[in-house]
């Protein structure tokens, strides 16, 4: 069974960068066609979907955010990466990690990690 | 305001039928693309229930199905049990966008 588990600060102070990492378990990060996703949740407010990144390295970014956000993945550790750049009290979320299969659905996700941006 | 129309909440008592509709555009229902259905309870990881429309992952049970029609899908829900109250989203791909998009999410709340 593939387990997905963020990690990272949870308090952010705003215009720094956000960094979060995901780590896979129970498979491969490489294994099969699967693509690794970002996605959060503002309170009260519906699912953003941020970006995604296959294990070659190619990304596909969210356009309302692609001028603030890298993705990256280490397959030597099974994790990927998230760097939000320039946060504001607007990116204060839940943020998932997710797995990514076909026809573009998420069949596996992390259970989430609130991060609070404030000085 | 999102991408993907949801009701804010629906509601039945157990043993009941309940659906949930979920309604798009041109640019991602309408234009042919897979609509995928996850509940959620808070605190916890999001869970996959419908994918490619109508689609029941292993070990989801029966009693939830899916279906889409034009720029619309619906979830169906029958024989409700306490257990399914939760937050339910659908999720397509919106052309325009050039990324996966969401509804709103519909709080179920089993009487």
């Known amino acids: 069974q593939v387990q997905l588990q963020e990690s990272g600060p949870g308090l952010v102070k705003p215009s720094q960068t956000l960094s979060l990492t995901c780590t896979v378990s129970?498979?491969?990060?490489?294994?099969?066609?699967?693509?690794w996703n970002w996605i959060r949740q503002p309170a009260g407010k519906a699912l953003e979907w941020i970006g995604r990144?296959?294990?070659?390295?190619?990304?596909n970014y969210n356009p309302s955010l692609k001028s603030r956000v890298t993705m990256s993945v280490d397959t030597s550790k099974n994790q990927f990466s998230l760097r939000l750049s320039s946060v504001t009290a607007a990116d204060t979320a839940v943020y998932y990690c997710?797995?990514?299969?076909?026809?573009?659905?998420?069949?596996?996700w992390g259970q989430g990690i609130l991060v609070t941006v404030s000085s | 305001q999102s991408v993907l129309t949801q009701p804010p909440s629906v509601s039945g008592a157990p043993g009941q039928r309940v659906t949930i509709s979920c309604t798009g555009a041109?640019?991602?229902?309408?234009?042919?693309?897979?609509v995928h259905w996850y509940q959620h309870l808070p605190g916890t990881a999001p869970k996959l229930l419908i994918y490619?429309?109508?689609n029941r992952p292993s070990g989801v049970p029966d009693r939830f199905s899916g279906s889409k029609s034009g720029t619309s899908a619906s979830l169906a829900i029958t024989g409700l049990q306490a257990e399914d109250e939760a937050d339910y989203y659908c999720?397509?791909?919106?052309?325009?966008?050039?990324?996966?998009?969401f509804g709103g999410g519909t709080k179920l709340t089993v009487l």
């Open positions: 999720q397509s791909y919106d052309s325009s966008l050039s990324g996966s998009v």
């Open positions: 129970g498979g491969s990060i490489s294994s099969g066609s699967a693509y």
């Open positions: 997710a797995r990514g299969a076909g026809g573009l659905r998420y069949d596996y």
């Open positions: 990144i296959y294990t070659s390295g190619s990304t």
């Open positions: 490619g429309n109508s």
């Open positions: 041109s640019s991602n229902i309408g234009a042919g693309y897979d």
